[in-house]
């Protein structure tokens, strides 16, 4: 077994309604950001997880999106991999 650092990525759809990024933009353009054109509000999350391979790894974390990690209505989700170091695992 190896150790995998997975950084998933969670969003919304696109052309759903995504209000907690509208009122963002509204806060942003308030605050004289007239450059902001749109905000989308996502999560990041970070799994260090064990598993034979990366393709393993990725499969398994695939699951647990379509399980919970993320609104299969709503959201979309993407999923990278990488081999874990002594550097992305904590002591």
Do not use: W
């Not at 509208?22 to 007239?34: C, P």
């Not at 993320?70 to 999923?79: C, H, K, L, R, Y």
């Amino acid at each position: 077994m190896s150790r995998f650092r997975l950084e998933i990525r969670v969003i919304p759809r696109p052309g759903l309604l995504d209000p907690e990024g509208k009122a963002i933009q509204h806060a942003l353009l308030s605050l004289d950001y007239e450059q902001v054109q749109e905000v989308r509000v996502g999560k990041l999350l970070y799994l260090d997880v064990d598993a034979a391979s990366s393709d393993e790894a990725r499969e398994g974390a695939e699951a647990m999106c379509r399980r919970l990690l993320a609104n299969p209505v709503t959201q979309d989700f993407e999923i990278q991999v990488q081999e874990a170091t002594e550097e992305t695992v904590p002591a």
